[in-house]
Each structure stands twice: as structure tokens, then as C-alpha cells.
């Protein structure tokens, strides 16, 4: 019945409840016991219905029980009436690194630890400190949760903290927080809170903690939240999710979730869902109905059965006061009891859309202290609601209310009443303020760290004086750390006796941090009633400044001394005194409290010097001298100065007239940016500068300032002295000090500064602060804010607040400023000796300069030459070469745009509308486009359009415009519309203007198309210029002129009235000479004879016939040739009607031609020619040599304007130009050699070759080299040069070959693959080499050629017999290399038989033998020469078949290939990766191993990386044959080899062979030797004979290889056994040993190298083998240099300690003792933790026999090692003394050793060997008749006795072993006696 009614509670109220605690109600009532703990509440119109004194309604209530049952029912919430398991809503209000804070209704607060979230989370994090480093998936705490997140929580705990405070651990995991679910209850559409357990491909689990339920939300499903809650980012294991359930299946074994936020905030709980009140959850959102209504809040009816309440403070409060009964709601749960199952709901409107955060987070005020605060309603034993200015609702617990319980008087409560109380906390689940009218907290300096600053005098109380400092309470729940070093000026030894617990104490905050709640003071007496500023960061540090610190740490070079917050400067020794301080540590302390000047200071790096010499010192000199200084100057006074020297940041001036010292810094030169380090550069020593401004005066220097901005306003007197005189509003002038992230600082001449925060800084948006201020510009800014208490003030410097007039006049009145200043330099400039910088003074833009061109630039600007004044550069950029063609020599008029006076360059101007200048008059005002010519900073210099005059115009508008984006920014070639100001260059050479509105700018203006060249038709500038007049010449003329210069294909030359005229290279000599440059005959200045040849149009440069009208405007083309002069001038004519592309086709192929180089084409790859002035031609680079090195470098072997011999090979596509060739005529036919490019690589096939024109040949497989190799294209990529040779050109494809026996074949290189282009290229009996195509069913298909296959069938593929499943395909993949001997040829049918045995080829079987297949039988073996016979007929039959099916598929070739094999068949990633040709191992060769021998080498085949085990049976037959006394072993896998001490190369490479791995039949040398067969047929006798004989070759051939004795005769012999062992180091090591045999260092350490490479980084022994033989080698035959480079990379990828202990142990076996010593010292410094160090270097020293060296390493081993090692190692050392040093010592060692610890039995035993191997017989039994009279354990006693008896019967008498046996007895008869006893 209980359960049925826990299951199926009903409604109503519970009537028993009722009866029983009615008299409790009543008495509650009475007293008034509403509450235990506060309440908040915030609302405008939420009570009207509490206006009125609450005592009536109260009356009312106790008429009826039932009222009284709600009443007493609607309590709030407190500590005491939570309990253990208690379901609860709660939002995060803080996220910290291990723990969340969580506000919980009601104002009440608890917390959640890390290890709370979810049993994932805590996972992670434990690997995490297992790991011991971050994990990189693993997210912190604030990244997973914010604060206002509504979290589900279960009380966990509840304790009581040592302060008495109580505190509420709560959870998170779902796994205690849905534990009340089962897997059975969950119903699609419950609303549940999981966590991220983990992220999987097509989702992520969520653990919802339900036992039995797994639950899983899909990828879709999660999209939505992932875009807009979590920015994009995938979910984190631990990320908290509101989760609704979309299916369950399985009884709810497998749940489908959705967190679409749509779908989770209109989740609402229903009744089909089964909630009970078991299982209810708070959060859950559900409709109810209200029962009844009561002042204090409303009972509620939901989900049929079951009632809630809801307390005041979470009714809606727009509604407040307008419930009635049994209206319908939404409510929220809030929490659930579990005893008492009483269930709390809230109404407000914000906890009704679940998965929504709460909005309001704090409240502004907190902290404030607010007067006269009306009180709203009193409730007697639980607080006051009050009601604040803002009309919200505030609420003060009752303990809050007073100071204390005795002074309470709740009538001062009534409402109405006024109270004075301060804001101390703000509830976020109830949304109300809380306050406390306690007179402590009103009171109170400070209510949470926030309000602390670093450097602030505070008050506390001392709480406890521990070792680490004492803790002093700062007020309401804040405390502070004084660390011992600061509880008083001197270091305290017993700060009990001065500070006692309770103690009021007065210090100085050091460093706050609020977030980790840190605090740390000094009660050091001089930092707390210190008057001087505090530091309290490095912008407070001004030079000059004194102040307290103390010293943190005394070094040699000075004292380091700290501030207030972290901040620190350093004392330099220098600085610490007067006098010199030899040793600072003697005469300062750590904590000593010092007054220091700070130096300088850099922020920005953290950096501060300071000095402990105050300049306050009593030197008379310097009272005098001050007091001089206080004489002659003030701040703000204006005054003259003498440069005196220059410093990096400015000027040490002489203030006249008394000569005092001051500095004008670098800005402060001028108002303009650029301008103040001109002025810098040019004013020298001993200049004077007038009206200079005194900024500020000190005892150490005067800053001055010559702004002219800043003297014009302190003379205006618009310079405020004092806070007070400044208001907000004024604008003011001033300078930029400091620029920081948040603002910048601005300073006024009278010395008081103000901030400019970024928001207000400029009207455009400030991403970086240093974009837009530089330190030191002058500035306007308008002051916005004054806070006169704490003298400081923000300020704006947006140019909308600042502005000072017109727009127009401001940035006129800033350009002429800023051109006097330049007139001002120049002045100074022309003072100089220099003639360059005299000249560069008197040049002003606007000048025309007459100049001769130097050379052309590679960026396309022209430098001139520097004229009569050495050292100046002239130079016009590319745009200012205005697209004419210069070059050197070269006269040109140009203009000067503008003079660079620090770089001291000249930028001048070929554009030919600023050369000829128009005169025109200009009116003031007038509005004129113009053309940017150059840029400065801040003003621009344009040209106008119409006239060509020089203008120049402000960019900036304003003192503070200076920032500009890359949009607004002006660029040279830019259009401008200026509107002139003056209409007269004055002394600057520029007009002066104004621009007008940034829309009329155009942009840059480029060439139309039509006007722009061809990029074939580069244009001579000379003869461009000057062609505009007429000519009267006709063809044939016969002219004189003068060469006026000379290019590599043509020279200009100047004819009489100014005619320009061009001789082209080829109409120079009748005949040239290859390689030479024609017009290289002509100089400059030569007179020469020409005819005219034709003429070119000047626009076009097209050649026009001489009638064309346009003919008398062209340039002449003449010819200067004797032939041509000789004849009679007609008859050129005709040729030259004729158009260029008619002439072109006159040019046949084959033809030869003299043609002149142009220029290389680098990215259309061709030389470019010209035949004749009109005929051009291109030549492909392929086709200009067939030597790779000049196609490499084309430019080395070509230069422009040679002539080149070449022959035609066809018009170009273009019809333009003729194609030629250097290399003869490009016929690509069969027998032609021809240099291709390759375009494509195929694998496993060949490759693809292009030609110039097209044309496109293919390289096969077999044609790539003359010796074949496992990766043949590894070589090719696309875009090589290959020379290739034409096979045939039958197809449209040609055919081509690679081969150098093709290519060169004058150098008869030796070929070791012969071609097999067809089946009458075989032979039989041939050993031939091919890849494999396919395998098929029938056998293996080997291409031997092009076109031509071969077939193995499986017989003839390997020893091994192959079952239906065997690995052929895997381990003969396509394109693997094989060698194959040719068994039979059918002519006929195009057939090769072809056999891989090894027998057959001399070669390794095919497969493996570590892939234990098995052998065939015996008996089969010896008969299979008949075998053969009989079934030769069946296998011709087979053969035949077989070969009709290839046919009909192709050759052979393509049918070889079977879709469903290839899919199947392997790459082998092994192979291609060591890019060797790896050999398939022979199966047999094994069959003798080392019995220590344990696996199988897996075969290099073998890709799956996993190592092969043999079974023993599959080898037995062969293992009998063959060795038949030994006994069976596993053949195996090379031996990995332990080294443990240097490995030394003289040690016999045998005794390192415990076996061999398997090896080949026979080196490469041995495949030649074998004689070729007859070809002829045989006989099947012959034949069987001869197999039987091919048998026992074979055999023996395996006998030999059985000897494990055998040594790799080669590298090729180690290359393939380290292939089938990678990891054996013992293999690497005799591989180096066979290359240092040979004294090949060299390649000794590049198989280290190799091996280091490929040993698995998992074999860390192997690999440190071969890392102490690199060490070994070095040593031996490297440098000390080469050592200790190996050495160190050693260490690095070892442990080093090993390294060490091989080095060392290297050292000394090659007699380097000193080199050991000095390792031996640094690895007892590394490793003094390690008793190995000190055991191996004890050894040392005694084997060089120092043996007092050796006993004082003993002590220094006991010194440092931990204490329970100290018998090992003194055991050790006895040991050592007794082998190497003195017996008598050891004894002595021991002896010691034993009185202390006597029942060490390990001590004895070794004590007891040593004497044996060392000792004579009467010491040995001396020490046995002690040790059995030891009182020791029987079982060890028995040891000793055994070991006493067994050396009596080795060395002693019978009589000698009876009496051992006798004192056993003894001994045994007298323990047993005891016990009976």
C-alpha cells in the first residue's frame, strides 16, 4: 500500500499531515516564524497586496486550519531546510578553475567541485595528472559553463566550515542528479540534463545518467546549437546540455536525444510522461492550476495529482496581486524534497523556457551605501523587504537588520520607516538585491577584493601568525597575507611576541588579485607611513621620481628592488652608492626598505633603472647650482638655447643665457611628425634655437619644447595651471606622453595631463592605439570629464569635438607651417661646407635639370648621373619615366619633384606635361583637377592638368588627423581636384592649395589598350622622340647621318633637318659570323652612309609600303651593307611592298637562316629573334641544344643582339613569326635523337614526352634505362628534360626510348636489361629480367618487354607448393622485378615459357621463406624429372589454352590483368619507401639457426607489420635432410643484440653472430657467370639428367648457405639482409664493420645513419647499439668536434645516462683517461642521484690507480645519495677494492659495514664471495664460523650452513664436512630446545 501510494500519491492536503502537526502550524503562526533565512525579491508592482501592515492579514489567515497549513507550508527556503539528496534548480554565478559557485533559490549559494560535472570529466582529468601534462582535449571549467546557466544540482553535502559558516557542496553528474529514473520511465519528450561523455563519427554520447539507458545525439540533431550557442566549435567531453528525449527503443536501452533549442524551450512536462514524485526534476516546465491564494504566496494543483507551493519571491511580478483559485499557469519546478517529497515551483516568466540562461547576472550598485531606504514589509523571525529609489524590491535577512541580536527593534521595522543600508550581495535565481544595515558592513573600507588597490593604507585585524607570514581579516570575508618578510622593517625571528591574535594592525597593500582572491600587505613601518608617491606600475615610474621599495634580491651586479604590485627596478652596481661597493651582498639584505630616484623607465618592456645616490645629496656644487637654475627659469617660460650635443632621443641644449642644462627631446622639434627628426638631422653643436618653452623644471634637467602650437597657446594664455581653472568643454593644446592599449595620455604645458580612452579618441574605429597617436605629437583635445579630488580628467581628440575653425584654413595654415619649417632646413643645409648638401639646399621643386641617364633599374627607374656634384643621387621612379624608353648615356630634360633631405636624393620627373610647363595665369581660389606626383606624410605634391605647375596640399585637416585607412589613402598617378590659395611659387617652388572632397578624386589613369604595345614590340624611346617631322626620302635614297646609339639588334641614327633613322643588325654585313654582334661595329658619334630600305609607321611600327600616304611620317629603315650600297637604288624596291606575312611563307623548312637574338622569353620558354627589321621568329627552348646544362641555363650560353645560325622549321600558329631550331631540323622520325619534356607519369607503365609543335611520344617501362630497377620513374616528374630517341613514328603517338645505348650510344655504356621488342629477341635458355603484369590462375604473367610477356606457370614460379589461397598476388604485385630463365619459345603462337625457379635463375625463391609455406614431399622431389615427362603433354595442352585466352584478350599483355585479382593485390608501402630493389628471400636458407633464436623475420613482403611465428613441423623434412644431429630450431629473425658496455670494432664479428638472417643463393657477380644453354632441343633423358644435376647444385648451394658460419660478402649482401631485419642492430654493426674493414669511413657512418633511421623507435636498445658504435667510430676515427656532435644528438634521442656511461666507458677502454675524468665529473654533477655514477667512477679511478681519490668519491656518494642506498654502495666499493684496489681496506669496509648493519645477510653473502675468490682458507672459515653464530632467522642460517658445507667439500677434508655438519646439528638442537621452553 506505502509503495502504491509513493507510486500513485493523491491530491489534496493531505488531511493526515494536517491532523498531526496542527498545533505545530498554530504555535508558528503566532510567533510569526515565517522564515529562517533571507529572502530576496525585485519588482515594481509585485506587492500592493504587503503595503498595508501585515498583521491583519495575518489575522485572517489563523480563522481557517487550512490557511494556516499554507501559511506555515510557505516558507522560504534555508541552509537548515536543505538536506543530503535534495533535488534543486541553480544558475552558475562564478565559473572558477576547479569549482563553479552556484546560486540557488532564495539567496542561498552553493558549490560545485571539477570532479562533480560527470564521471567523463573526472576521467579525463585523472589521465591528466597521470600524464602529468595538459590534455589536449580536455577543456577547463570556463570554457565549458558561464555564469547565468540554469544548471540541475543535487545536494551532496552539507557541512559547517571552522569559521562556523555553513556551506553546500552540490552535484552536477547526471548520474546522481536523474539517479530517481529508470531505464523503463524514460518516454520521448522528457526534458533531461546530460553531459558530453564522448564525441563519435556520426554523434556524440551523452551520459543522462540513467543505469541501463545509453543515450545518443546525433550529429544533425546537434547542428543548431553547435552554430548559434557554441560559435561552431564541436562539443566538449563535460559540455552540460539540456537534452529531449526523441525515441526510445529497447525498453529504454538505447535513447535518441535533440538539443534544438525550439524543441527544448518548448519542452513541458505532461502526464503521459509518467512523472512522479520520485522521479520529478527541477527545471521541469508543466501546467498547474492555483489552489489557493495567500499574502505569502500560492499553493499549486499539477499534473493531476500532486501540490506545490510557490514562496513570494516567485510569483510573476507583473501579476503579483492578481492570482485567483483555480486559474490555469505555467510553473517551473524548483526543487523536490526527498523525504518529504514537498515540491517548490516558481512562476517568474524567465525559468518558463528551459535551456535559456538568466539575463541578469549583478547588480551596477553593489557596494553602494544608499541613505533613507523605505522599508516594504517586516516578517519577524526573517527579514525586511525594502523598496529602493529605482522602485525594485531589496531584501535584508534578519541578521542583517542589526548589529547584534540584543540591539534588534523590530518596531523601528514598520512600513514606511527610512533605514540607511549598503548593497552587499545580488540573488540571481530570485533576482533581488540584498542588503544589510549592519554598522560594520556600512562602514566597512572594503566589501570584496575588487575594491582593494595595490599601494592603499588599509585596516585589519591579525586572525593567525603561521610560518609562511600572518593573516590578518580585512572585514566581511576577505583576509590578507603579510609574509614573514614584511612584518616589520628589519627580518623578525619571533613575531608573536610583537603581534597578538586580535591586534588591530595598520598596513600597505602590496598586490591584489581579485580573481584568485589574493591578497598580500607589509607592516614594514616605513613603506606604511612613507609620504612619497607609490609605485604601483611601471607608467607611475617618472625619471626623476623618489620613492620607498624594498629589496627583493642582492646580486653581484646590483639590487633588485620591488614596489607595489609585482612592479620591480633594478639598482645598478654604479648606482648603489658614492663610493664603489666591491661586494653588494655584504651590504645590502634582502627586505631592507630603501628610498630610491628612478632613472628611466621603459613600460612597454617592464624595464626600470633606478639609483640609491639621491640627488638631494649635500654637494655645494650642485645647491649652488640649483639654486642658480631656480633663478633663471620657470616652467613655461619661453626662452633661448644653445645645442650642445645630440643624444638618441634629442638635443642636450644650453639654456642661455646662464648655461643650464636642458633637453629638447626629438618631438618636440616641431608640430609636424616628420618634421621633428629633419630638424634633428640638420641642426649641429653650436646652433641656436629661439623661443623655446620651458615645460618642466627639476633639480635634474629642464624638458623643453619648441612646438610652435604649444609657445603660440602658453603665450594666448590658453594654458590652465590648475585643475580647478579647467572645465569640461575647453579645448586645449597639448602633447601626446604615453600611449597605451585602453587610451592615450595627453600632457599640457603647465605639466598636468589627462586620458583620451580609446571610445573617444577619434571618430573612426581604433583597433591598435598606436595606429593613430605617436608619442609626442602635438595635439587638440577637448576636455570631457574633471575629476578635480583625484586630479584627473578624460579628454576627447575626435576631430568632431576639436575642431578649431575651417577645415580648408586649418590644413592651409598646417601646410605652410609645415613648408616654413622645410624653408627653415634648408637654410640650415646651405650653412653646411658640403657642396652636395649646398646644391640639395638650392634645389626646390618645379626646377627643370638637364641630365644625362645613368642606368635603367631593374624595378623600371632611371638613375642619372650625378652631374658636376659628386654623391648626388637623382633618380624617377617607373611611373615618373612617364613610359619612355631611356638608356644610358642618354640627355634628358627633367623636372624636380621633390628633394629628400634626409636620404639625400632627388626625385625628378620625365613626364613631359611637367618638362613643358604652359604659362597661364593662375587665379587665387580657382579649382583645378590635378595629378598626384609625390607623397609625404602629411602633404602631397601635385601637377596641374592644364598647366603643369607643381601644387602641394595639406593631407591632413587637423593636428590630431593622422590616421587614414588603406581606402582613403592617396596614391601616386591619383586624380585630385585642388582649389590654389596662392597663384606664385614663393621661395618652396609649389603652389599652395587645398583639396577639394574625397569624391572628385579619380583614380590612377592607365594606358588605353589600343596605345599599349604588343609585348613583342618593345619600342627604342629614341625613336620616339623627335619623329614628328616630315621626310621627303623615298626607297633606294642613299643617306648621311650619325650614329646617336646603339642597341644589340639596331642602331639609331640622327639624319640631317632632325630625321631619326634605324639600321637593323642584319643589314650591317653581307655576312655574319656566328656569335658576334653586328651592331657592336658602330659606335656612338660615327658617321656612316645608308640607303633607305623602307620605312616604319611611328604609332604602329608597322613596316607601310612607300606608297601609303602615311609613308612621310615614318621612321627610315636603312642599311648600311656594302652590297646593298653597290647596287642601283631601285632595286630594293619592290621587296618591300610586300607585307611581312607574305615574306614569311617565302621561308621554307630546312632552310638555314641568320637571325639576332632579342631576348630570352623565361615564361613562354623560347628565344626571340629577329631575322630582318620586319621578320621575327621565335625558337622553342628545346630546340636551341641538346646538352642538359645550356637548357639549364639558357642566359649563360645566349646573349642578346648575337647572331645565331638556325634553320627553319615552319611558320609559328601565329602566322607571325618563323620557327626555328639551333639544333638542325626538327624531324621527329624513327632514328632521330630529340630533347623532350616530360607532361605525365604513369606507374607501372611509362611515361609521357612532349615535343615542341605538339607533338607527344611515350616512354614504356622498358625503355626507361638499360638496367631495370624496382622504382623506375622514381626519376621523372612532370616538367624534366629528357633526351629521348624516336623508336618509331608510325602512330600519331610516337615511340620513344630513353635508353643511353640509344641516346649516346658512342659512349657504349654496358647494358645489363638487353631490349626484347619482339619474341625473335629471346632465346632459350636466356636469363632475362622483367616486371610482373599480373597473376593469373594459370601462373605468374611477366612482361618482358613492350609487347612481349612471358608465363610462369606455378610449378615453375617457386620451390614452395602453393595452395589455392596462396599469397601470390600479395607478394608478387604488379610491377614487382623479377628474374626469369626462358624455357621454351613457340615462334608460332608468340608463346614464352618461363621459369623463377631458383634453380632455373641463380636467384632467391620468389617467396619468402619466413612465409612458411610448405615444401613439396620428398618423395614428389627426387621423381619429378619423370613428373615433368609424364604430364608434358597435359601442360602443353594447358599452355595452349592458356595462350589462345591471352589472344583473344590482347598478347597476353592486358588480359593478364583480372579485375577481382588487382583489386586484391597490395602496394607495398615497405618497398617503396626504402626505394631499394628489395630481393624475395629464399625459403631454405634458414634451416641451422642459434638455438637463442626465438622468431621468424617477417619477409619484407610481409606490409601487415606484424611479426611471423614458424610452426616447427613445416621445416622438419628439410631440417632432416639437411642437418640431421642438430637439434630443431626456429629459424628466426636476426638477433637484436645487447651491448652492456661499448661496443669495440676489434672484437671478432663472429662471436657477434648468434645466427644469421636468411640471405641469397648467390651475389649479382654469380648471375653472369652462368653460361648460357644450349638452345638447341634435348632429349627428355638430357633433360631429366639435367635436372636431377640442377638438384644437387642446389642443394649444395643450400648446404653452404646452412653454415651459419657464412659472412655477407657484400653491401648488397647486408642491404638485404638489414631489409628482411630492420631492427637488428647486430646486423647494422657488422655492416659498419665491413665498410671500416675496407676504410670507408664514410660510408661506415652513413649505414649508422641509416639504421638510426629505420630501427622502430620502439627498440630503444637496439637503436642505442648502433648509437655507441657511432660514438666508438668517432672516437677512433672521427674529431673531437665529430664526437661531441654524435655524442649530443645521442643524449637527446637516449636516456642519457646510458649515453654517458658508453661514452665514458669508450673513453677510457681507448685510454683517454682524461676525457673520462671530465665526463665522469659531468655526470656526477647530472646524475649525483644515480649510485651507478658513483660505482662506475669508483672503478675508474681505482683501475688508474688512485685510490684516495677513489675513497673520497665514496664519501661524496654517501653525501648525496638517499640513505637506504648506502650499504649498496658501500658493498659496491668494498667489492671494487677487493678486485682492483687494496684486499686489506675492502676488509676493513666490510668489517665496518657489518658492525652497523649485522643481519644484512646480502652484505655477508658478497662479503663471504669476496674472500673465497680474494682471501686464503683460514680467513674464508674464520668468516664462516662467524656468520653461523649469528642470531639470525632459521631460513637464512640454513643458506650460510649450506654454503659453509659446500666449500668444505670442495676445498676441504671429510673430517672438515662432518664438523660443518656437527654445528648444523647443534644449532638446529638448540633452536628447538628454545622453542620447547
Known sequence: MAAMEESFPRGGTRKTHKSEKGKAFQQSVEQDNLFDISTEEESTKRRKIQKEPAKT?????????????????????????????????????????????ISLPNGLQGCVQVTEICDAYTKKLN???????????????????????????????????????????????????NKVLSAEALKPGMLLTGTVSSLEDHGYLVDIGVSGARAFLPLQK??????????????????????????????????????????????????????????????????AQVQKVTPLGLTLKFLSFFTGLVDFMHLDPKKAGTYFSNQPVRACVLCVHPRTRAVRLSLRPVFLQPGRPLTRLSCQQLGAVLDDVPVQGFFGNAGATFRLKDGALAYARLRQLSNSKKVFKPETFKPGNTHKCRIIDYSQMDELVLLSLRTSVIEAQFLSYHDIKPGVLVKGKVMTIKPYGMLVKMGRQMRGLVPPLHLADILMKNPEKKYHIGDEVKCRVLLCDPEAKKLMMTLKKTLVESKLPAITCYADAKPGLQTHGFILRVKDYGCIVKFYNDVQGLVPRHELSAEYVPNPESVFYTGQVVKVAVLNCEPSKERMLLSFRLSSDPKKECVGHSQKKKKAINAGQLVDVKVLEKTKDGLQVAVLPHNIPGFLPTPHLSDHVTNGPLLYHWLQAGDTLHRVLCLSESEEHVLLCRKPALVSAVEGGQDPKSFSEI???????????????????????????????KAIMSDKFVTSTSD???????????????????????????????????????????????????????????????????????????MTLDLEVQEVLEDGSVLFSEGPVPGLVLRASKYHRAGQEVESGQKKKVVIVHVDMLKLEVHVSLCHDLVNRKAKKLKK????????????????????????????????????????????????GQGVSLTLQTTEPGVTGLLLAVEGPAAKRTMRQTRKDSETLDEEEEVDPALVVGTVKKHTLSIGDVVTGTVKSVKPTHVVVSLEDGIIGCIHASHILDDVPVGTSPTAKLKVGKKVTARVIGGRDMKTFKFLPISHPRFIRTIPELSVRPSELEKDGRTALNTHTVSPSEKIKQYQAGQTVTCFLKKYNVVKKWLEVEIAPDIRGRIPLLLTSLSFKVLKHPDKKFRIGQALKATVVGPDSSKAFLCLSLIGPHKLEKGEVAMGRVVKVTPKEGLTVSFPFGKIGRVSIFHVSDSYSETPLEDFTPQKIVRCYVLSAAAPVLTLSLRSSRTNPETKSKIADPEVNSIQDIEEGQLLRGYVKSVQLSGVILGLGPSVTGLAQYPHVSQYSLSKNAPCDRYLPEGKLLTAKVLSLNHRENQVELSLLPGDTGKPDVFSASLGLPLPKQEGRETEAEERGHRGDEKKEERKHQKQKEKRTGKGQEGAQLPSKEKREPRNPQVKKLGRRPHPESGREQGSGNKKQKKAAPSEEDDSGVEVYYREGEEEMEDRTVLPKEKQTRPAEAPRLQLSSGFMWDVGLDTLTPALPPRRESSDSEEEEEPEQATKKKSKKERALERQKAEKELSRIEEALMDPGRQPESADDFDRLVLSSPNSSILWLQYMAFHLQATEIEKARAVAERALKTISFREEQEKLNVWVALLNLENMYGSQESLTKVFERAVQYNEPLK???????????????????????????RFRQEKAVWIKYGAFLLRRGQAG?????????????????????????????????????????????????????????????????????????????????????????????????????????????????????????????????
Open 57 to 101: 492579514k495575518k489575522l485572517k489567515i489563523e480563522k481557517t486550519e487550512s490557511s494556516k497549513f499554507v501559511t506555515e507550508k510557505i516558507e522560504i527556503l534555508s541552509v537548515e531546510s536543505l538536506c543530503e539528496g535534495m533535488r534543486i534548480l541553480g544558475c552558475v554565478k562564478e565559473v572558477n578553475e576547479l569549482e563553479l559557485v
Open 727 to 757: 572645465h569640461p568643454g575647453m579645448l586645449l593644446i597639448g602633447f601626446v606622453k604615453n600611449i597605451k592599449d585602453y587610451g592615450v595620455f595627453v600632457q599640457f604645458p603647465s605639466g598636468l595631463s589627462g586620458l583620451a580612452p
Open 222 to 287: 546537434a547542428q543548431e546549437y553547435i552554430r548559434q550557442k557554441n560559435k561552431g566549435a564541436k562539443l566538449k567531453v563535460g559540455q552540460y546540455l539540456n537534452c529531449l528525449i526523441e525515441e526510445v527503443k529497447g525498453n529504454g536501452g538505447v535513447v535518441s536525444l535533440s538539443i534544438g533549442h525550439s524543441e527544448v524551450s518548448a519542452a513541458i512536462a505532461t502526464e503521459e510522461q509518467n512523472w512522479t514524485l520520485n522521479s520529478l526534476l527541477p527545471g521541469l516546465v508543466l501546467k
Open 772 to 846: 593613430h597617436f605617436v608619442e609626442g605629437q602635438t595635439v587638440v583635445a577637448k576636455v570631457t570629464n574633471v575629476d578635480e579630488e583625484k586630479q584627473r580628467m578624460l579628454l576627447s581628440l575626435r576631430l568632431s569635438d576639436c575642431a578649431l575653425g575651417g577645415l580648408a584654413a586649418t590644413s592651409l595654415l598646417l601646410l605652410s607651417q609645415c613648408l616654413e619649417e622645410w624653408q627653415g632646413i634648408r637654410s640650415l643645409m646651405s650653412n653646411r661646407d658640403s657642396v652636395l648638401i649646398q646644391t640639395l639646399a638650392e634645389m626646390t621643386p618645379g
Open 127 to 177: 589521465e591528466q595528472v597521470v600524464q602529468e601534462e595538459p590534455l589536449q582535449d580536455l577543456v577547463s571549467l570556463p570554457e565549458l559553463f558561464s555564469p547565468g546557466m540554469l544548471v540541475r544540482c543535487v545536494v551532496s553535502s552539507l557541512g559547517v566550515t571552522k569559521r562556523g559558516k555553513k556551506n553546500v557542496k552540490l552535484s552536477l553528474n547526471p548520474k546522481n542528479v
Open 1699 to 1725: 649515453v654517458f656511461l658508453h661514452l665514458a666507458d669508450i673513453y677510457t677502454k681507448s685510454e683517454k683517461f682524461q676525457e673520462a675524468g671530465e665526463l665522469y665529473n659531468r655526470m656526477l654533477k
Open 1749 to 1877: 681519490a677513489s675513497h673520497s668519491a665514496m664519501q661524496r656518494a654517501l653525501e648525496c645519495l638517499p640513505k637506504k642506498e648506502h650499504v649498496d654502495v658501500i658493498s659496491k666499493f668494498a667489492q671494487l677494492e677487493f678486485q682492483l684496489g687494496d684486499a686489506e681496506r675492502a676488509k676493513a669496509i666490510f668489517e665496518s659495514t657489518l658492525s652497523t648493519y649485522p643481519k644484512r645477510t646480502d652484505v655477508w653473502s658478497v662479503y663471504i664471495d669476496m674472500i673465497i675468490k680474494h682471501g686464503s682458507q683460514k680467513e674464508v672459515r674464520d668468516i664462516f664460523e662467524r656468520v653461523i653464530h649469528l642470531s639470525l632467522a632459521p631460513k637464512r642460517m640454513k643458506f650460510f650452513f649450506k654454503r659453509y658445507l659446500d666449500y668444505e667439500k670442495q676445498h676441504g677434508t671429510e673430517k672438515d664436512v662432518q664438523a660443518v655438519k656437527a654445528k648444523a646439528l647443534e644449532y638446529v638442537e638448540a633452536k628447538s630446545s628454545v622453542t620447547e621452553d
Open 925 to 972: 581660389g580657382s579649382e583645378h583637377q590635378a595629378i598626384v606626383q609625390h607623397l609625404e606624410e602629411s602633404f602631397a605634391i601635385a601637377s596641374l592638368v592644364e598647366t603643369g605647375h607643381l601644387a602641394a596640399f595639406s593631407l591632413t585637416s587637423h593636428l590630431n588627423d593622422t590616421f587614414r585607412f588603406d581606402s582613403e589613402k592617396l596614391q601616386v
